[in-house]
């Protein structure tokens, strides 16, 4: 990065930002509106004459993007972190305001300048994409918590009301279903806007256990794949790499995956790998082989959960569908 001679913490929240520049010690709040950001970047020169400076904030999804959006339209420079980075470098903290949250991520920011990159928003599609995956997940959430209501109502009761009730929740569960699928239409909608994502999508979905969700959270978390340099790098993002746990001579320990990681592409991917050792001929290959050699069967499932990244990734490098090998072609 550049030489910076300062930074700004910013503490996003819904209806105001607050602002801290470190090597200045002074703080003020600002609305989170163009109209704000506006007199944040006057009220940032009065005491930065027109030398190299960078802002530093959260990634708290809704809030922060139209300041992103911003900055990159001014040709602001600016630091999108994520808050667990900041929360655990902040060592030992009493109390929690707005003010001191500010001045916490601008200490931060100060502190690790020199291994920063510059941050840059989502792609409109992208960013579209993202905000429907979001939705579907919960209207999906919500028509699972009405079948099980209905099938314990029709399990434990038995009554005219309970029969009125069943009713509306059949028709409440269709009409999500409804909505579901017409989300889904609007997704495919985007990836066909952009022929970069219509062609990635298409190759992802001929990867056995990848289909239309789990592609598009691929899609959406990699940027389209431009955020990551590899598999091994989104696979420590999602969760599913193991790392190893040693110290000194006595303590060695498995290697295990963190509990750190985005839980949602986690499950997804299991999803997939179990599915994938049904109707992949390899992939069950693989898995049974790491069973029988004494792995719990969840450490094979992650090995799966591997091998569909390490193949989502080879297919968009090589710009060419799957091939199973021929001794598992069909």
């Known amino acids: 990065m550049k030489n910076y001679v300062d930074v700004i913490g910013i503490d996003v929240s819904k209806l105001t930002i607050d602002a ?3 090597n200045r010690a002074v703080h003020r709040v600002f609305s989170n509106t163009p ?12 005491y930065i004459l027109e030398q190299p400076y960078f802002l530093c904030f959260e990634n ?3 809030y922060s993007t139209n300041l992103s959006t911003y900055l990159l339209e001014n040709d602001i420079d600016y630091v999108e972190e994520s808050p667990l980075a900041i929360k655990r470098s902040s060592g030992i903290v009493r109390g929690k305001t707005d003010r001191l949250d500010a001045a916490l991520i601008a200490r931060y920011a100060w502190l690790y300048k020199e291994e920063f990159v510059l941050s840059s928003p989502k792609e409109q599609d992208i960013q579209e994409l993202g905000r429907l995956l979001a939705f579907r997940d919960q209207l999906v959430r919500d028509r699972t918590g009405k079948i099980s209501s209905i099938k314990e109502m029709q399990i434990l009761l038995s009554s005219p009301s309970t029969d009125a009730c069943c ?18 239409n609007r997704i495919k909608i985007i990836l066909k806007k952009d022929e970069t994502l219509e062609k990635n999508y298409e190759l992802l979905v001929t990867i056995k256990g990848v289909g239309l969700i789990l592609s598009c959270q691929i899609l959406y978390h990699t940027s389209n794949f431009k955020r990551f340099d590899g598999w091994r790098q989104f696979s420590s993002y999602c969760g599913t790499a193991p790392f190893q746990h040693s110290s000194g001579t006595s303590i060695r320990r498995k290697n295990k995956i963190h509990q750190i990681g985005d839980r949602k592409m986690k499950t997804l991917l299991t999803l997939a790998s179990v599915s994938a050792i049904q109707f992949d001929k390899e992939l069950k290959h693989y898995y049974n082989k790491k069973v029988t050699e004494g ?36």
């Open 20 to 22: 801290h520049i470190h």
């Open 35 to 46: 109209k704000g950001y506006k007199a944040l970047l006057s009220w940032v020169e009065k």
């Open 60 to 62: 708290t999804g809704h």
């Open 167 to 184: 009713k509306i929740i059949k028709k409440t569960i269709h009409h999500l279903t409804k909505q579901i699928v017409a989300l889904e």
């Open 295 to 330: 792995k719990p069967k969840m450490v094979a499932i992650n090995n799966v959960r591997n091998k569909i990244l390490a193949r989502a990734f080879a297919v968009v490098k090589r710009g060419t569908p799957y091939v199973p090998m021929q001794q598992f072609a069909a």
